[in-house]
């Protein structure tokens, strides 16, 4: 029974190694560098990130996406050049078959990409910021191709990053769990080994230590948390008022002392906000009053509220559909 068990586990190993590895977040085009997403466009680099504001808010997601629905792709651009240059945006199913591998080769290759396309905003040049909106229909893998073609070589620079739609973050590991599960369970069952250990303390932990497999976040590093409140109602087209920032670290610890600086705009107008936003009192609790907030005009909103502490300074975006 003994060698039985082992060519089992062989097995698993075989198929473990030959699994892509599921917690890499490097994958295609886009990387994750210092908590953000930096997408290379050949030696062209930028800030990518992805929002699905009526699902998940100001959370940002590097590529792969939690439900079908309507997901904004952000590029800011870390090389300047890229704003002289037209951009095109591109997703397609993946029809490559090489999922999470896929390639620009893999790509150049699909015979007929129009089929295969969901989502195309042909080349245009967006001076500071890169913006395209797609809601997506239904779950599945896919593929985003960005293109960037040089002004002067009229050169075309490409990225692909393939992603997931209806990610779970949880991959291969509940079925490679629940296989190891089973054939420890028939090994333990078949030794008579069940019996002895039934109710023990092995079982136990090791049920915890599969449980907590089963749990970990695949969280996107320690970013600050923020939420806000409106006191004076809902933020009305070209009315002054006031928010209340609240700060958190991830796990949920108020952020207290902390300098706060507010700015914002249209991504898609290329302007920023029409005042300039003060914190102008810490309330505690990791509450922040913000005053001489005001929207002119309604659209696509993003406010960058930058937090500095005693451990650095982070950034984080509230996306807002006015
Ligand atoms: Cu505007």
Not at 46 to 56: C, D, E, R, S
Not at 249 to 274: S, T, W
Request: glycine share 8%; net charge negative; with cysteine.
């Amino acid at each position: 029974m003994i060698s039985r068990q082992i060519v089992s586990y062989l097995l698993v190993f075989c198929f473990l190694v030959a699994l892509p590895a599921q917690n890499a977040t490097a994958h295609g085009g886009v990387v994750e560098e210092d908590d953000l997403c930096v997408i290379k466009v050949n030696y062209l680099r930028a800030h990518f990130k992805i929002y699905q504001p009526g699902v998940t808010g100001h959370e940002q997601y590097c590529e792969d996406l939690p439900v079908a629905s309507e997901s904004i792709f952000v590029m800011e651009y870390q090389h300047d050049s890229l704003s002289t240059m037209p951009i095109g945006f591109r997703i397609i199913r993946d029809v490559t078959g090489k999922g999470r591998f896929a390639r620009i080769e893999d790509v150049e290759e699909i015979e007929d990409l129009e089929e295969a396309t969901v989502y195309y905003q042909p080349p245009v040049v967006e001076p500071h910021i890169y913006l395209a909106n797609y809601t997506f229909l239904e779950e599945g893998d896919f593929i985003g191709i960005v293109s960037a073609e040089h002004p002067e070589t009229g050169k075309i620079y490409a990225a692909v990053f393939p992603f997931e739609v209806g990610f779970t973050g949880l991959g291969y590991w509940p079925f490679i769990i629940g296989l190891l599960l089973l054939i420890q369970f028939q090994y333990l069952l078949l030794s008579g080994r069940l019996k002895r250990w039934f109710g023990k303390a092995p079982v136990v932990a090791t049920c915890l230590i599969v449980c907590a497999l089963f749990v970990t976040p695949t969280a996107f590093a320690d970013n600050p948390v923020v939420t806000y409140t409106t006191p004076d109602g809902a933020p009305e087209i070209n009315r002054m008022h006031n928010w209340i920032l609240h700060i958190e670290n991830e796990d949920g610890l108020e952020i207290e002392n902390a300098i706060v600086d507010v700015e914002g705009g249209m991504p898609e107008h290329n302007h920023g906000l029409p005042t300039k936003p003060r914190v102008t009192e810490e309330l505690g609790a990791g509450d922040y009053r913000l005053e001489g907030m005001r929207f002119h005009m309604s659209g696509y909103w993003e406010i960058v509220v930058t937090i500095t502490t005693d451990s650095g300074t982070s950034k984080v975006t509230i996306p807002l559909q006015l």
